[in-house]
């Protein structure tokens, strides 16, 4: 199956036709299944979950919509984060991808895939749905492996049919996983030993897992303030399959070889890395998960305007920081959609008329 016929693939939606029902997060949220068929790595029936917000009241919404992408042992729940774009005017919606939050059914392996196009079809229906509901065009916001994900599928859309044309102005990467952290040989001669062995063992599990720093850093159970579902996200991450593993190195190969998304971007990241095998004060004022120097050499390889932001004493998931840096990101991403707004009011033909 080529990636263009992924992209074209349809993508049949449940329960009863209409699709949305009541969401976890309570009254303001809903959910919508799409049923995604046979699993090509052989899990039985997969499926993904959008999820939108639904505010209360007369707010108004005509700056566009937002599509949310999650990272690896995460799904949504950043409520903040949804309200903050709907009170900038933007209608919101999240996407759990196959086998990951309220996607995983059982019998299957959290986040586990062998090829990062198999999340194109949940991707492509997600933004068929979004334009379809709100007739607007869509920011994409992503996180770690989230934007690692929706990069490599810009990049397929851009050369299939443009993510202008799709209806994609602009995306937001927080944090993306942009290579493989850690000392330099994971790097090289650790990566044709993950693509050998994840190829015939894809299920063989990654040692030296069971690490809770960034967990207990977020989580009100230990030393964090967010509340959150940890049979979704616990506190010591998923395991780490080689099969899996294997699919991130390719995408980081191809990555690395320049993509072109189409569209402007914006990343945030952590001034500074800390890394620890248990939780201090350090790990809460930065990236306790990715090498921050590598997402700042990487980013240039989106392609099109990349407008890249450390902020200070921020987490790995810069919506998750604490107050002060969390307030400095919404700054960041307030200034680059209002300059965005305006840089597509540029190019419109409306304005060269």
């Not at 039985?44 to 999650?70: F, I, M, N």
């Not at 991130?248 to 189409?262: E, K, P, S």
């Not at 620890?276 to 990487?298: E, M, N, T």
């Not at 305007?305 to 790995?316: C, E, F, L, Q, S």
Request: aromatic fraction near 10%; include cysteine; charged fraction near 20%.
């Amino acid at each position: 199956m080529t990636n263009e016929q992924s992209l074209a693939e349809p993508v049949s939606t449940s329960p009863d036709g209409a699709g949305w029902r009541p969401d976890v997060l309570g009254p303001r949220y809903q959910q919508r299944t799409l049923d995604l068929g046979p699993d090509p790595d052989g899990e039985g029936e997969v499926v993904a979950t959008l999820v939108r917000y639904v505010p209360s009241g007369d707010v108004e919404q005509t700056a566009g919509a937002v599509l949310y992408v999650h990272g690896f042992t995460d799904y949504f729940f950043q409520e903040h984060l949804a309200e903050h774009f709907t009170a900038r005017g933007f209608q919101f919606y999240a996407l759990d991808l196959r086998k990951c939050g309220r996607s995983l059914r059982e019998g299957q392996t959290p986040h586990y895939v062998t090829d990062l196009a198999f999340y194109d079809r949940e991707l492509a229906e997600s933004l068929r749905i979004v334009r379809a509901e709100t007739g607007a065009p869509v920011v994409l916001n992503a996180h770690s492996t989230g934007g690692l994900v929706v990069s490599l599928w810009l990049d397929r859309l851009n050369r299939a049919q443009g993510t202008a044309a799709a209806g994609i102005t602009g995306v937001v990467l927080n944090s993306p996983w942009f290579d493989l952290q850690g000392p330099a040989y994971y790097r090289s001669i650790g990566t044709p030993i993950i693509k050998a062995v994840g190829r015939f063992r894809k299920m063989v599990q990654l040692p030296g897992g069971k690490i809770s720093t960034y967990g207990d850093s977020l989580h009100h159970s230990a030393s964090g303030e967010w509340e959150y579902n940890l049979d979704w996200k616990p506190l010591q991450g998923f395991p780490v399959r080689l099969g899996w593993l294997r699919a991130i190195r390719n995408g980081h190969a191809r990555l690395h070889q320049g993509l072109d998304i189409g569209v402007p971007s914006l990343i945030l990241r952590s001034r500074m890395t800390k890394f620890a095998k248990q939780y201090g004060p350090a790990v809460a004022v930065a990236d306790a998960v990715l090498d921050v120097k590598q997402i700042q050499r990487w980013s240039g390889c989106l392609g099109d305007r990349t407008n890249m932001v450390p902020i200070d004493g921020a987490k790995h998931d810069v919506f998750l920081s604490g107050p002060e840096p969390l307030a400095q990101a919404f700054r960041e991403l307030d200034s680059w959609l209002d300059w965005l707004a305006d840089y597509q009011g540029a190019k419109s033909p409306e304005a060269g008329a």
